[in-house]
């Protein structure tokens, strides 16, 4: 019997390459939609895969998304549809309150088709300012303001709600930093590159002392691949990214270095918000489920720069 499965978002970096993943394995019947307000047809499976299909759609609006859900009465469902990007969610942030209408849709449609898990793309966000090092994922100290923190807080709530009430069983990914070849330059490794090859200069908000991690596309979708096919971290928040914190003026020069170019870095104003001081995830449980090292950051934006070439 195959898996039928359900990407929302799936034309984006994380759910097309997802979506790839999962259409490559003959077991699997994937369906991905997408509105394609950020995502692209190029990021979707290859052509030649019979086992996926691709529906232009909004899952914020409900006669959208039930004739789909209904029609194709999934096994799994990954919910990644979002209006994401820090600069995109700072400047429509009614735009960022609207995904909370999509993800009651998905969910209130997935426990009455008999979908057995929703998986949900939540994000580091929800953390806000640290008030510990690393980041766990039993402590959420909703301390964030901005809209796209709150959704995501929200999603995590309706989730354990669904569980809670109707046992509709989940995992929450608190996704950190991810990057790959098919990340857009509207991020920051892929914007940074961008401009790197082109011996153009990098700009960086502030000193650039703000530090984040980094997590290369592979290792997000490896140890995904596993929770599904093995049916583990049922009903629980796991974050899924790399521990190997930096400062964005270090990332920079890494870049700089690694595609030997003539950049300059060139220091903007600080944000006046959204733009977090400190982002350091403990992924304990990640790499037990992964267990294998993590792609560094050399390999990781080698492996990139060869796909683009391709």
């Known amino acids: 019997m195959k898996r039928k499965i359900l990407i929302t978002g799936g034309a984006g970096n994380v759910g097309g390459s997802l979506a790839r993943r999962l259409a490559a394995d003959p077991e699997n019947e994937v369906v991905i939609v997408d509105n394609l307000l950020t995502g692209s047809l190029s990021k979707l499976p290859d052509s030649s895969l019979p086992n996926w299909k691709f529906i232009k759609a909004d899952v914020n609006h409900f006669h959208n998304i039930s004739a789909i859900m209904t029609s194709y009465r999934f096994d799994y469902v990954f919910h990644y549809a979002a209006v994401v990007g820090v600069k995109r969610t700072l400047e429509n942030p009614k735009m960022v309150l609207d995904d909370v209408d999509g993800i009651k849709n998905v969910l209130d449609l997935a426990k009455n088709t008999g979908v057995k898990r929703v998986f949900f793309s939540s994000s580091s966000e929800v953390y806000g300012e640290p008030v510990e090092m690393p980041q766990k994922e039993d402590t959420t100290p909703l301390n964030s303001r901005l809209p796209y923190a709150i959704v995501k807080n929200i999603g995590e709530a309706f989730l354990k709600s669904y569980y809670q009430e109707y046992g509709l069983k989940y995992t929450i990914f608190r996704f950190f930093n991810t990057y790959g070849p098919l990340q857009s330059t509207d ?34 979708l490896d140890v995904i691949q596993k929770m599904l096919y093995e049916d583990l ?29 003539n950049s300059k870095i060139i220091h903007l104003d600080p944000l006046e918000e959204g733009d977090m001081t400190r982002r350091q995830p403990d992924i304990t449980r990640m790499k037990r489920i992964l267990e294998r090292p993590l792609v560094t950051l050399e390999e990781g934006i080698a492996m990139s720069l060869k796909a683009s070439v391709k």
Do not use: H, P
């Not at 899924?240 to 270090?250: F, T």
């Open 187 to 220: 991020f920051v490794i892929s914007k940074f590159i961008d401009l790197a090859l082109k011996n153009e200069d990098i700009t960086i908000y502030g000193d650039g002392s703000q530090t984040r991690t980094f997590c290369y596309i592979d290792d997000n």
């Open 233 to 261: 971290a049922v009903n629980e928040v796991l974050n899924i990214g790399n521990d190997d914190e930096m400062s964005v003026l270090e990332l920079a020069q890494r870049i700089i270095t690694i595609t030997n170019s």
